[in-house]
């Protein structure tokens, strides 16, 4: 009985001596880190990852254009749970296409990666504040706007997934692809807002000229470049040139051209 008595008293002098010894043994624990760089670096990443978890997860309004130009919206949520496979667990609801296929996210700095369940990268998306927007791999344009599920719901912005021009009203879905054109095939664009001509099909390459709203020009080849943008070619003042069919400034997308054009007629 005596032995037993003794057991409360024994199990308070070794919490004590724990106690004794924690500063010590935190302070080893600190320069083993310090002097492990690599242990040190993947304390670092882990704590990066954790936070690149809780600011991207939740509820995220999608929006995007299907293969038929018409702007879609559904909901996409990213977990914060891990996945076996790399990661974190994704999932959409009532979304068409390549989304369908949405299994796992990761993040990449700022940028938000979606993947499909082969391990196949379906998006890239930068953080652009209340938005996350980007393109998919098959080049359409997608956005994610927070949800009601996340600590900080913001609304979808009100208006137009795509404009038409400087207007205030919407493209028509017609109007959201470049014309498909047969090789020898012509067919008129009407600049719906101040283009840009361009010597390639490329933001960086040098201008050819500018085409005023509500010029028609003809154009003999459409094309979608890999980034996803798509580019007519066209002649400006006697010289050929290429113009991009959507762009983006401030946050809003607008069509640049409609597809045909009345001469003379204004719109």
């Given amino acids: 009985m005596r032995a037993f008595r003794c057991l409360p008293a024994f199990s308070s002098l070794a919490s004590q001596r724990w106690l004794r010894l924690w500063p010590t043994l935190a302070a080893s624990l600190a320069l083993l880190l310090a002097a492990n760089p690599a242990a040190q670096a993947q304390t670092q990443a882990k704590a990066q990852t954790q936070a690149q978890a809780q600011g991207f997860s939740g509820v995220w309004q999608a929006e995007l254009v299907d293969d038929f130009g018409r702007p879609q919206r559904c909901v996409v949520e990213l977990s914060a749970t891990g996945s076996i496979m790399g990661g974190f667990m994704a999932s959409a609801r009532g979304c068409a296409g390549d989304l369908m296929s949405l299994s796992r996210w990761r993040g990449r700095g700022r940028e938000l990666v979606l ?60 109007d959201l692809t470049a014309p498909a054109l047969a090789p020898g095939q012509q067919t008129s664009l009407r600049i719906v807002s101040l283009a840009n001509v361009r010597v390639a099909p490329s933001f960086s390459a040098a201008l050819v000229g500018q085409a005023p709203v509500n010029a028609c020009l003809q154009t003999d080849a459409c094309l979608r470049q890999p980034d996803g943008s798509q580019w007519c070619r066209v002649q400006l003042d006697g010289r050929t040139g290429y113009i991009t069919k959507l762009f983006e400034r401030d946050g809003r997308r607008f069509i640049l051209f409609s597809n045909g054009c009345v001469p003379g007629r204004r719109e």
């Fill in 115 to 174: 993947v499909d369940i082969s391990g196949a990268t379906l998006a890239v998306l930068r953080d652009r504040g209340e938005v996350l927007s980007g393109r998919m791999t098959s080049g359409r344009p997608l956005r994610l706007y927070a949800g009601a599920g996340r600590a900080q719901a913001v609304a979808p912005r009100p208006g137009c997934a795509v404009y038409y021009g400087q207007s205030s009203r919407c493209a028509d879905a017609r």
